[in-house]
């Protein structure tokens, strides 16, 4: 369950304003936007290409800054962290599911699940084989552990990387277009999974473009020329 109290918000995005420097002036990417997520919720993210939605995901991840506003996770204003304490909490607290399952091509699967396991420290190190198996079983990829990632298919690569994502336990899942590369049963297979993990008492954030799967979201955001709308209203 979330560290954090049912009486607070898991995610809170306050006035988040992102400014990019173009050839042609500045870019206002989001306006002032606000997002509130509770834990044990999932929320899907919708929009048109270059509407600020990845952007919104990278402010929530920390893997990008707010110009101004802020931005806290479990508490945590992840906007004043310094790169290093971004990544250690960014490896307890976020897991990053990527369109591109960002697999490390030389190292196993099992490897690959283990790996941020040894960065955060979690789980001391006889834990951690036995962890990632149990995950890799968790999402039905037990037998495929000490294949190299490109033997796998598109569906099973994204599924390992899932189980990498909730390597370290953490209360809050971010996807980004994670069915994207995917064909419709596939897609609809890692959907379910996503579902079950609700069911868990993970949080989760899931940018899509899919509209059959983004009726299945019991929250949908969308995001129009850098603000935040929810059932036709901005979000304050």
Not at 90 to 99: A, L, N, P, S, Y
Not at 166 to 176: R, S, T, V, W
Not at 213 to 222: H, T
Request: glycine share 8%; net charge neutral; proline share 5%.
């Amino acid at each position: 369950m979330s560290e954090v109290s049912q009486n607070h918000y898991l995610v809170d995005v306050h006035n988040v304003i992102k400014n990019f420097q173009g050839p042609a002036g500045t870019i206002h990417v989001l306006k002032s936007v606000n997002l509130k997520v509770h834990g044990g919720e999932f929320v899907g993210v919708r929009g048109p290409s270059g509407s600020g939605k990845s952007t919104l995901i990278n402010m929530i991840t920390g893997i990008d800054r707010p110009t101004s506003g802020a931005v806290r996770v479990a508490g945590e204003h992840i906007e004043k962290m310094s790169e290093n304490q971004l990544a250690r909490f960014r490896g307890k607290h976020i897991g990053v599911i990527f369109q591109f399952f960002q697999l490390l091509p030389t190292l196993t699967v099992l490897e690959n699940v283990i790996l941020p396991m040894d960065f955060c420290r979690v789980w001391k190190p006889k834990e951690r084989p036995e962890r990632a198996m149990m995950l890799l079983d968790q999402v039905g990829l037990a037998d495929q552990a000490h294949k190299l990632p490109n033997t796998l298919s598109g569906g099973q690569q994204q599924r390992a990387a899932i189980a990498r994502a909730l390597a370290n336990d953490p209360p809050l899942l971010m996807a980004d277009e994670p069915t994207g590369n995917l064909d419709s049963k596939t897609a609809d297979k890692v959907f379910t999974l996503f579902e079950d993990l609700i069911k868990q008492g993970k949080t989760f954030i899931m940018v899509t473009h899919d509209v059959e799967l983004a009726k299945r979201i019991p929250r949908v955001i969308e995001v129009y020329d850098g603000i935040l709308y929810e059932g036709g209203e901005v979000l304050q």
